[in-house]
């Protein structure tokens, strides 16, 4: 499926060090964070980030690609 080989070349990209709101203001195609770099104002640092990687299966994401 060409959207998962998308979503798994940014990953991979992100993970060498390019620069994520770069990447998001790109490939986003989400209307609401998309201009703003992915920025989806409401996790910040330290706060509920680590749940919402392990909810969306990104806890793991250097050994899942």
């Given at each position: 499926?060409?959207a ?62």
């Amino acid at each position: 499926d060409q959207a998962k080989k998308q979503a798994s070349d940014v990953l991979q990209r992100a993970l060498k060090g390019e620069n994520f709101e770069d990447l998001a203001k790109q490939y986003s195609q989400d209307p609401g964070s998309k201009d703003k770099g992915g920025d989806l104002d409401f996790v910040k640092n330290g706060g509920n980030g680590s749940n919402i990687k392990s909810r969306f299966g990104f806890d793991n994401a250097h050994s899942a690609v």
